[in-house]
């Protein structure tokens, strides 16, 4: 048996993803209308919802907290694992169509929707409040969001962070994506930071999975 790790590659992915339980039509309706609405398509993949919400489930998740609503699609995936979702949303026109398809979905008990800004909201929420925080937003601000939740997240409990692999652009030479170096720099700091201890998935655009210890 080989003791190296396996080349990940686009094949991998796509194969990954086929065998992934998948969204239902719901979830598929809320992506198309999203489109049509303008919403910008960087909600999570498919495959990476599926795997948050079991992650939620196995760790039997109470309370969760985003940071980056958008659609309200990764907020809906976390909600069926059981969990109650705080879900934080700056821009006025996304938080307006999240609410709808929220109100709309079988989870809507369970969502709430604050809207401004995650720098703003975060820090009135309790110490060691939640089980789990899912950092979604403009990479820019990932550390900041990251110290609040390393106060708001209980120990034993959940950090995941989204885009760790800056669109596809993490090892490029010349990086077209301005958040490109923001998403590096933030990768260090999560990998160097006491009391967490993680590992990037290699699931949608690259999920940090860290356990505050």
């Known amino acids: 048996m080989a003791s190296a790790s396996s080349t990940v590659t686009a094949e991998h992915f ?3 993803a086929a065998r992934t339980t998948p969204e239902d039509d719901f979830l598929k309706e809320l992506r198309s209308a999203a489109a049509k609405a303008g919403l910008p398509a960087i909600h999570v993949a498919p495959e990476q919802g599926s795997f948050m919400r079991i992650l939620l489930k196995i760790m039997g998740a109470k309370e969760v907290v985003e940071v980056g609503t958008l659609g309200g699609y990764s907020a809906i995936w976390m909600a069926r694992s059981g969990a109650r979702v705080t879900t934080i949303e700056y821009k006025e026109k996304h938080a307006d169509f999240a609410e709808r398809w929220i109100a709309k979905s079988d989870v809507a008990a369970r969502i709430n929707l604050l809207r401004g800004a995650g720098q ?5 929420l ?3 409040s939640k089980d789990a925080a899912f950092l979604d937003a403009d990479k820019a601000g990932y550390p900041g969001y990251l110290k609040e939740c390393l106060r708001i997240v209980r120990p034993g409990g959940l950090i995941l962070v989204d885009n760790a692999f800056a669109f596809g ?3 490029a030479k010349r ?3 301005p958040e490109v170096e923001a998403v590096r720099a933030f990768n260090e700091i999560m990998a160097k930071t006491p009391g967490l201890s993680g590992v990037i998935v290699p699931i949608g655009d690259g999920l940090w999975v860290a356990v505050r210890e």
């Not at 703003?120 to 009135?124: G, H, N, Q, R």
């Open 120 to 124: 703003d909201l975060l820090p009135v």
């Open 169 to 171: 652009e993490l090892l």
């Open 14 to 16: 796509r194969y990954l």
């Open 126 to 128: 309790a110490d060691d």
């Open 175 to 177: 990086a077209t994506d």
